[in-house]
């Protein structure tokens, strides 16, 4: 595998499930992002990892949860999502905090 | 705060056109970093330049090229002789702050008409 990957790379959840977005990146970069991607909005940033530690949450819901084990390896765990967060969400990581980002392919989210 | 504007929500032409995005930005910071990315049907943004906010030199890299002027706070992109490949949406992004936060434009829908 090379750059940046997400599995899976469509996801339809109901309400009430619970689910994981897993982004693993092949750069051997040290940061690592979450951004969401809906319809007709810019891309908003959700969540920023720099050597495994959170250092910004871009005022995101409870029900968006990010876990980082290590630098390779960003989680996105979802529970009792709404409809309104049906989304592409796209995984990047970057060497530095301040160059450029490589992003993954990006989960389709779909809410039910 | 930060923001990235990218006036042109669509543009359409037809193959061998040249074609300019427009981007401009407004920011505080004196150092900051500007980006294009380039997004195709299948999703995923792939990086296309990065220009620091201290170097105003324009840049050539094949059929793209990028015009960056402080003075109007503008960071255009034009692609020479488009082709259908060329179709994607284009997003500009602005980094500033320690932590790499990206600032993207609402993005241009390029489509090049064979």
């Known amino acids: 595998e090379t750059g940046v990957t997400q599995t899976p790379r469509h996801l339809v959840m109901g309400m009430t499930n619970k689910k994981s977005l897993k982004c693993e990146q092949h750069?051997?970069?040290?940061?690592m992002y979450w951004y969401k991607q809906s319809a007709k909005k810019p891309l908003e940033l959700m969540f920023v990892?720099?050597?495994?530690?959170?250092?910004e949450n871009n005022s995101v819901p409870s029900r968006f949860s990010p876990e980082c084990p290590n630098s390779s390896h960003l989680f996105l765990h979802l529970h009792t999502l709404q409809p309104e967060d049906s989304a592409l969400y796209l995984c990047?990581?970057?060497?530095?905090?301040?160059?450029?980002?490589?992003f993954g392919p990006g989960t389709r989210l779909t809410v039910l | 705060a930060q923001k990235v504007t990218q006036a042109q929500t669509e543009i359409s032409v037809v193959e061998k056109e040249d074609v300019t995005l427009d981007c401009v930005y407004e920011?505080?910071?004196?150092?900051?970093?500007l980006f294009w990315y380039k997004q195709p049907p299948s999703g995923e943004l792939v990086f296309l330049i990065r220009?620091?906010?201290?170097?105003?030199q324009n840049e050539i890299s094949g059929r793209y090229s990028w015009n960056f002027q402080k003075s109007t706070s503008s960071f255009n992109f034009t692609i020479t002789a488009s082709q259908v490949v060329d179709s994607a949406v284009y997003f500009c992004?602005?980094?500033?702050?320690?932590?790499?936060?990206?600032?993207f434009g609402q993005g241009t829908i390029l489509t090049v008409h064979p």
């Open positions: 990047a990581s970057s060497q530095e905090r301040v160059v450029e980002q490589f």
């Open positions: 750069l051997g970069h040290n940061a």
């Open positions: 990892y720099s050597l495994e530690e959170r250092v």
């Open positions: 920011t505080r910071d004196t150092t900051y970093y």
């Open positions: 220009r620091n906010s201290f170097d105003e």
């Open positions: 992004a602005l980094s500033e702050g320690f932590y790499g936060k990206l600032t």
